[in-house]
Antibody, heavy 122, light 113 residues
Framework: QVHLVASGGGVIQPGTSLRVACAAS????????LHWVRQGPDKGLEWVAL????????YYAASLKGRFTVSRDNSKDTLFLQMNSLTTEDTATYYC???????????????WGQGTLVTVSS | DIVMTQSPDSLAVSLGERATIYCRSS????????????LSWFQQKPGQPPKLLIY???TRDSGVPDRFSGSGSGTDFTLTISSLQAEDVAVYYC?????????FGQGTKVEIK
């Protein structure tokens, strides 16, 4: 059974950095591309980033303006999202999501984790 | 970026009646080399992550009840719930994965009339 467990969220001050992680189990981690998708309070879904199965290729939403970096450790079945210069606009639940494919520009998403809430507030 | 626009924003349907949600993309999400539309539908219930219902515009994911169906091609798509059940109350999103950035519609809230 596929599990994606995100962690590392919390309340942080504007301008600071945070790294969230997603621990995966129940599937061959290194065979799948992965995404981060976020959802602000009572808002819709926003795609954040995609990383290929081998970690060699990553794509980001332009709105992030280079502040976020996605990475993965295939030896530990863990996905990461490093977020810098956070603003109140980044307040959201961050979901890690499995892609059915391994790379390219991604295919459809078949499993979502429960998400981790990041609140940026002074 | 491909803009996804859903209509309506919300709808109320009686139990057992049909619910229809529309999704339009600002450009075609049909990939001619494999004849597939790169379009998914998700269901999100309160306090839960989204759940995949439909991919390739019309393929139901495993375990999804057959009252859910997807149709359309190119730029215009439809999600139909043929006979609304109480457990179908949720927000529904369409999403294109044709190109980066993957984009979602704004969501359609389905309630019981």
């Amino acid at each position: 059974q596929v599990h994606l467990v995100a962690s590392g969220g919390g309340v942080i001050q504007p301008g600071t950095s945070l790294r969230v992680a997603c621990a995966a189990s129940g599937f061959t981690f290194a065979s799948h591309a992965l995404h981060w998708v976020r959802q602000g309070p009572d808002k819709g879904l926003e795609w954040v980033a995609l990383i290929s199965s081998d970690g060699g290729t990553a794509y980001y939403a332009a709105s992030l303006k280079g502040r976020f970096t996605v990475s993965r450790d295939n030896s530990k079945d863990t996905l990461f999202l490093q977020m810098n210069s956070l603003t109140t606009e980044d307040t959201a639940t961050y979901y890690c999501v499995r892609d059915v494919g391994s790379g390219g520009s991604g295919w459809y998403y078949d499993y979502w984790g429960q998400g981790t809430l990041v609140t940026v507030s002074s | 970026d491909i803009v996804m626009t859903q209509s309506p924003d919300s709808l109320a349907v009686s139990l057992g009646e049909r619910a229809t949600i529309y999704c339009r993309s600002s450009q075609s999400v049909f990939y001619s080399s494999n004849s597939k539309d790169y379009l998914s539908w998700f269901q999100q219930k309160p306090g839960q992550p989204p759940k995949l219902l439909i991919y390739w515009a019309s393929t139901r994911d495993s375990g999804v009840p057959d009252r859910f169906s997807g149709s359309g091609s190119g730029t215009d798509f439809t999600l139909t719930i043929s006979s609304l059940q109480a457990e179908d109350v949720a927000v529904y999103y369409c999403q294109q994965y044709y190109s980066i950035p993957h984009t979602f519609g704004q969501g359609t809230k389905v309630e019981i009339k």
